[in-house]
C-alpha cells in the first residue's frame, strides 16, 4: 500500500494562489494513477482531479477547471495540485490519493485505495 503525506494548504484570499503537494512511498508510485479530493463537514468526499500514470492524461472537476492543474514528478514520487484563482466554496480539506491501477476509469468511489491525512485549505472572502 502507498503511504501519502500532503503539505501546502493553509490561509489566502480569494483569488490567490495555492500549491498543493503529496509526497508518496513505495516504489509503485510512478506506474499509479494519482487523485486529489476535497472534503467539507457535513459533506462527502468530493473528486477534484486526476492525473495517469505518466502524466499523459487529466481529470477535473467542472467548477475547478481553468483553475486547478494537478501533475506529478515520478522522480520525485510527488503529485501537485495548483490552484489558482481561489474562491471560498474551495475550502475544504483536501486529499491526495492513490490510484489502484494506471489510468483513471471515471469512478472516483473505486479507483483509489489509499489516502493521506489531509491538508486544510481556507478561502477568505
Known amino acids: 500500500q502507498v503511504q501519502l503525506v500532503e503539505s501546502g494548504g493553509g490561509l489566502v484570499q480569494a483569488g490567490g494562489s495555492l500549491r498543493l503537494s503529496c509526497v508518496a512511498s513505495?516504489?509503485?508510485?510512478?506506474?499509479?494513477?494519482m487523485g486529489w479530493f476535497r472534503q467539507t463537514p457535513g459533506k462527502e468526499r468530493e473528486f477534484v482531479a486526476a492525473?495517469?500514470?505518466?502524466?499523459?492524461?487529466?481529470y477535473y472537476l467542472d467548477s475547478v477547471k481553468g483553475r486547478f492543474t494537478i501533475s506529478r514528478n515520478n522522480a520525485k514520487n510527488t503529485v501537485y495540485l495548483q490552484m489558482n484563482s481561489l474562491k471560498p466554496e474551495d475550502t475544504a480539506v483536501y486529499y491526495c490519493?492513490?490510484?489502484?491501477?494506471?489510468?483513471?476509469?471515471?469512478?472516483?468511489?473505486?479507483?483509489?485505495?489509499?489516502w493521506g491525512q489531509g491538508t486544510q485549505v481556507t478561502v477568505s472572502s
Open positions: 490519493a492513490a490510484g489502484t491501477r494506471s489510468y483513471y476509469s471515471g469512478n472516483p468511489g473505486s479507483d483509489f485505495g489509499s
Open positions: 492525473i495517469s500514470w505518466n502524466g499523459g492524461s487529466t
Open positions: 513505495g516504489r509503485t508510485f510512478s506506474s499509479l494513477a
